[in-house]
């Protein structure tokens, strides 16, 4: 994961962090094809977050991320889905985050 800045609407900079890329081995992620939570198929994503044993990007359609985004869970839930993946033992990986 690489740090890095941007500036606000007002100049303000801010610090953000890029989940596009593995910080193990520095590889781009493919984000992947459908939705996380419902197994549908995205063209677009809308929320994103790393697996980074598969080495892709977990996407969320727009009706689950913005259910999920409104009620504060996004982050919960992409790590219930890496859970279920591949068990608790993954989290110590996002330990940082």
């Given at each position: 994961m690489a740090k890095r800045k941007r500036s606000d609407e007002d100049g303000n900079e801010e610090e953000g962090t890029d989940y596009n890329f593995d910080p193990g081995s520095q590889v781009e992620l493919e984000p992947e094809d459908s939705c996380c939570?419902?197994?549908?198929?995205?063209?677009?994503?809308?929320?994103r977050y790393p697996d980074y044993r598969r080495g892709t990007?977990?996407?969320m359609s727009k009706t689950i991320a913005l259910q999920h985004l409104r009620a504060g869970t996004s982050l919960q839930k992409f790590k219930e889905v890496l859970v279920e993946?591949?068990?608790e033992e993954v989290l110590k990986e996002y330990k940082n985050q």
């Open positions: 939570v419902t197994g549908e198929d995205v063209k677009a994503s809308f929320a990007l977990m996407v993946r591949h068990g």
